[in-house]
């Protein structure tokens, strides 16, 4: 599996940016997936996250900015982030489990074993 990151940028606060995360070389089926952000100092975090066949979870810090979602065809992962803040800065990337994962996984780093290379946001 290949994961790529897209749409990274610069925003103001208050903005929105929304990053795509390309899977490769098949859809994505009944597995998890995750955007993490790392922040230059810190350990990574889950910020959101899916099961491709059930349910999502986000981080205290982003629930209700932050939208996390599959397209129809479960090829892209999308990450809508609203009402942008400076803390979002960071670089965020997406994962992907190999198999199904339990709701209570989702926010973990555990399930994942496949990385993409991470997309930077800045937020002023």
């Known amino acids: 599996v290949q994961l790529v990151e897209s749409g990274g940028d610069s925003a103001k606060t208050g903005g929105s940016l929304r990053l795509s995360c390309a899977v490769s070389?098949?859809?994505?089926?009944?597995?998890?997936l995750a955007w993490f952000r790392q922040v230059p100092g810190k350990e990574s975090e889950a910020v959101a996250a899916?099961?491709?066949?059930?349910?999502?979870s986000y981080a205290d810090s982003v629930k209700g900015r932050y939208t996390v979602s599959l397209d129809n065809a479960k090829t892209t992962l999308y990450l809508q982030m609203d009402s942008l803040k400076p803390e979002d800065t960071g670089t965020y990337t997406c994962?992907?489990?190999?198999?199904?994962?339990?709701?209570?996984?989702?926010?973990?780093?555990?399930?994942?074993?496949?990385w993409g290379q991470g997309t930077q946001v800045t937020v002023s």
């Open positions: 070389p098949d859809s994505v089926n009944d597995i998890c």
């Open positions: 994962a992907a489990s190999g198999s199904p994962c339990g709701l209570e996984y989702l926010l973990r780093r555990q399930p994942y074993s496949y």
């Open positions: 899916l099961q491709s066949y059930g349910s999502a």
